[in-house]
């Protein structure tokens, strides 16, 4: 009696707790070291904290308690973000919902502070996590969700060349409240132009003497023929 071969599971690799090096920014795995310096990047910056879970923390101590919780998730790894031009801790992201047997992989939890919000190592932190989840993982699907009402992340996905999919109604309970969500989808085989438009725009040649980027990743898409 012949039997039925069952297909082999390849699993992908799970993200290490690494440090990644860029050309303006270097993530770090979060540790409670950090705490100091993002309480500093956290004071008076209440807004920041709207679209996210968690947050504004009122006592040090509280960003402490959740920065203990983040570090220490074995399913989560997260990183702060330390842009070179301020040598200073001020955000952090991760790598969540990881699906190894299926290759699928999120970008999420993303807490920038103002003064790293639209920097140009605000976008090669995110840059460094995508080439690992592609390029040094093997990973096939790469996702991006939101609160549906955070227009500012619905922008970052499009921008960072991630494809929307769709709405789950009512998904979640979000600050007392019932939400949306809003998913976006980048798969492998449309990374590579991606990848090449976000390094136009992240070198050196797109930046003046005073760190201002000459043109938009719409505008390097457009020249580059990516959609």
């Not at 699993?11 to 920014?25: E, Y």
């Not at 101590?61 to 801790?89: C, M, N, Y």
């Not at 299926?102 to 003064?115: F, M």
């Not at 109604?169 to 976006?184: H, L, N, P, T, Y």
Request: glycine residues 6%; charged residues 25%.
């Amino acid at each position: 009696m012949n039997r039925t071969e069952q297909p082999v599971v390849v699993l992908r690799p799970f993200p290490k707790r690494i440090v990644h090096d860029g050309h303006s920014v270097s993530l770090e795995p979060l540790t409670h070291l950090h705490v100091p310096e993002l309480w500093n990047a956290a004071v008076n910056a209440d807004d920041s904290w709207t679209h996210l879970r968690y947050g504004p923390f009122q006592t040090i101590k509280d960003l402490e308690e959740h920065i203990s919780d983040f570090a220490g998730r074995d399913d989560q790894p997260f990183w702060a973000v330390r842009p070179r031009a301020t040598g200073r801790a001020s955000g952090w992201l991760s790598l969540c919902d990881i699906a190894q047997a299926d290759a699928s992989i999120e970008i999420g939890s993303i807490w920038y502070s103002p003064g790293l919000q639209r920097t140009r190592a605000a976008t090669e932190a995110v840059f460094l996590l995508m080439r690992h989840a592609f390029d040094e993982l093997g990973y096939q699907r790469l996702v991006w969700r939101c609160i549906a009402q955070n227009d500012a992340s619905h922008r970052a996905a499009k921008r960072y060349g991630f494809l929307p999919e769709g709405i789950w109604r009512s998904a979640v309970d979000f600050k007392g409240q019932r939400s949306d969500i809003a998913w976006f989808a980048m798969l492998r085989h449309e990374w590579p132009s991606h990848k090449e438009t976000l390094r136009a725009w992240l070198s050196d040649q797109n930046f003046d003497e005073n760190g201002i980027a000459q043109a938009t990743l719409a505008q390097i898409r457009h020249r580059f023929n990516v959609p």
